[in-house]
């Protein structure tokens, strides 16, 4: 093992506690939020919001996204489109078919 | 016959096989989570009421649990450093640590599940419960099979550390990125049943 190799890890161990701490935080934050009883739409809003910084930090940290080959960014592109256009279907459900049938 | 780029990166896309391997199996995953948020966005928007979460299920327990599964990805992943850096008896430590915090995980769902039970709370009774039970149901089978093969990895798996260190170490980072996962689950169920 080079010495640059270790300082690397030793560096990326330092990210990994910092992002740690930063989730613990994050999950206090939401408890907390949630006691408010905000209305139903800013609840979601700021839960989801929460939600996806945490996500975002497990998904580029713990499981290096950050720095990625190509290839694996293409697939999850792929994913997300089609995972939103999964959840865009009960949204599309709700607006009483307007997407679908137009105006009549 | 010897595997083809089990270790060595291919010419073409740079990454290992198992690396592209795992990644298409957990895109199949959000898919497969993704119908089920769906079903319960739908459930939700059509139904007249909703109880909030935190007036049926127990918050603090989830909160706990919350903090259990990330404290074991964090584990997982200082596992794999501890492999970096040839450090195969810290490694160990890190990993029974991860296998322990899921264990701690499916005890905590057990009282809760037990609980619901105990007070006529089953996935018929209605809605809500039902797409609970669905979705935490298949969260925690996810919890087992990630601890299945991290127990496999702690245990008669290490052999493969000795003969081949690389290999054992692309298994281990593969299966942290599945354990990865199922915390990032996690981090979108809690909110969604328990507080809102």
Redesign the interface.
């Known amino acids: ?1 080079t010495t640059d ?2 300082v690397d ?1 030793d560096k ?2 330092r990210i ?2 910092t ?2 701490v930063s ?2 935080a994050l ?1 206090i934050i ?2 907390a939020i ?1 006691r408010f009883h905000l209305p ?1 739409h800013l ?2 809003t700021v ?2 919001f ?2 996806i910084i ?2 975002s930090l ?2 580029c940290y ?2 290096h996204l950050i720095a990625e ?4 960014y293409a ?2 592109a ?2 997300a489109f ?2 939103a256009a ?2 865009a ?3 599309i ?2 607006s009483d078919g307007f997407w679908i049938h137009g105006l009549h | 016959m010897e595997i083809p780029y089990t270790v060595e990166l291919r010419r073409d ?3 290992n096989n198992g ?2 391997g795992i ?2 199996f957990l ?1 199949s995953e ?2 497969l989570f ?2 089920l ?3 319960y ?2 459930i939700r ?2 139904a007249p009421t909703w109880p909030r979460g ?1 007036t049926i299920l127990n ?1 603090p327990l989830a ?1 706990f649990n ?2 259990v599964l ?2 074991s ?2 584990t ?3 596992a794999w ?1 501890s492999l ?3 450090r195969f008896g810290t490694y160990r430590i890190y990993m029974g640590a991860t296998i322990l915090l899921g264990g701690v995980f499916l005890v905590v769902k057990y009282f809760e599940y037990s609980h619901k039970f105990e007070t006529g709370l089953f996935p018929s009774t209605n809605n809500f419960l039902a797409i609970y039970f669905t979705l935490t149901g298949l969260h925690m089978l996810h919890v087992m099979g990630g601890m299945a093969v991290n127990a496999y990895f702690w245990g008669p798996g290490a052999k493969l550390y000795k003969t081949n260190p690389e290999w054992f170490i692309n298994r281990v980072e593969h299966s ?2 599945f354990w ?2 199922v ?2 689950v996690w ?2 169920l ?3 049943l328990y ?2």
């Open positions: 093992m190799h270790a890890i990326q161990v990994y506690i992002v740690f989730l613990m999950t939401t408890v949630s139903i609840a979601v839960a989801l929460v939600a945490k996500g497990v998904a713990f499981m080959k190509k290839l694996i697939v999850l792929l994913t089609f995972f999964l959840l279907l009960p949204v459900t709700h | 896309t740079g990454l690396k592209i990644w298409l895109a959000v898919m993704g119908a948020f769906a079903s966005i739908l928007t059509g935190d918050v909160t919350t903090i990330i404290s990805s964090v997982m992943v200082m450093a970096m850096r040839h942290g990125l990865h996962f915390d990032l981090i979108f809690f909110p969604t507080l809102l």
